[in-house]
């Protein structure tokens, strides 16, 4: 397999993710033109291997494979060679200058795997500070025990719940202080309700004695009213003064009144709106009649009776004779 089969496959992964470019750029905090580069094959955009590598590592570990499947994937990688390390020292250099056989090549490997060593280092510390907090930028670049990589990840875990127990409590307690506030607003809402509430009904009995104290002021106008029209009436027919008109009641609108008093007891007949009836009026009482009509009488003894309607005096006549009274 060669490298940019590698990128192929990786950028297969990560569509089969439903992972933009973007997310990967952001979740790892490796540039975005290096993740193309990545994609494409492109191992001169990035330029030395070991970078090229480190970034491959953390692109494959966030898209979820293990540390040994990416060990797997550059071990199947033919393109992955030393050509573009980055320059060496001039101790390194003095030293390749010399004849192939003045060369060790276990110092030349040694002094290979230093470089490596240096400058994966370099690169670890970098993510490191870019994200503290990813998981996967927790491996070392440098091959470190797993007893300690296993700590360090522990720590974090237990830190994370802990923060994560913190936050909880504070979003529990600050719940809590804004049931509180909801509660005391509906308090003192309702309070203010019930003032409200009291205040209307003050205004709702004042105004209730006010028109009682008006209707009473009225009653009182219209008795003086009708007390004043009473000697108006007697002083302008001396007849009426016979007549208690204080228990003579007022005719409503479109009704007519007849009241007679009578001096000696009288019998009589009369017909009330088609009613017939007859009746004797005792000697000093008197009687009222509501019609609308008309009001027909048979008056037995016309000089004992003083008739009156709609407080005007009606003459019957001083005859004993039966006497017909028809008022309209």
């Avoid at 994609?39 to 990035?46: N, R, V």
């Avoid at 240096?118 to 070392?140: R, S």
């Avoid at 009182?220 to 001396?238: G, M, N, Q, R, S």
């Avoid at 027909?296 to 709609?310: D, M, P, W």
Wanted: aromatic fraction near 8%; hydrophobic fraction near 30%; charged fraction near 35%.
């Amino acid at each position: 397999m060669n490298i940019k089969e590698l990128g192929a496959l990786i950028k297969s992964r990560r569509e089969s993710k439903n992972l933009s470019l973007e997310d990967v750029a952001q979740g790892t905090k490796i540039p975005l033109k290096s993740l193309i580069s990545i994609e494409e094959g492109d191992l001169s955009f990035i330029g030395y291997e070991t970078y090229y590598k480190n970034f491959l590592k953390c692109y494959v570990l966030y898209l979820g494979l293990t540390y040994d499947e990416y060990q797997d994937l550059i071990a199947q990688t033919e393109d992955f060679t030393n050509q573009n390390e980055p320059p060496k020292s001039l101790e390194t250099q003095r030293a390749e200058s010399q004849p192939e056989m003045t060369k060790p090549r276990g110092k030349k490997l040694a002094i290979q795997l230093i470089i490596l060593a240096v400058i994966g280092g370099g690169a670890y510390f970098y993510f490191m500070q870019e994200n503290k907090e990813d998981t996967f930028f927790q491996e070392t670049i440098v091959e470190e025990p797993k007893k300690e990589v296993q700590e360090k990840i522990k720590e974090d875990v237990v830190e994370k719940q802990v923060k994560q127990e913190t936050s909880v409590e504070q979003q529990e307690e600050i719940n809590k202080e804004a049931e509180q506030e909801v509660k005391q607003e509906e308090l003192v809402q309702q309070k203010l309700e019930e003032v409200d509430q009291s205040t209307k009904d003050e205004k709702i009995k004042e105004e209730v004695k006010k028109e009682d104290e008006k209707a009473e002021q009225d009653k009182k106008e219209e008795k003086k009213d009708e007390e004043l029209d009473t000697v108006a009436l007697i002083k302008k027919y001396p007849s009426a003064k016979v007549i208690n008109w204080d228990i003579v009641s007022k005719p409503k609108k479109g009704e007519q009144q007849a009241v007679m008093y009578a001096k000696q007891d009288c019998w009589m007949q009369y017909e009330h709106d088609g009613v017939k009836s007859h009746f004797t009026l005792k000697r000093g009482t008197q009687r009222e009649f509501i019609f609308k009509r008309e009001l027909k009488f048979k008056i037995a003894n016309g000089s004992a009776i003083t008739l009156f309607h709609n407080r005007k005096p009606v003459e019957i006549g001083d005859s004993t004779k039966m006497r017909e009274v028809n008022l309209k």
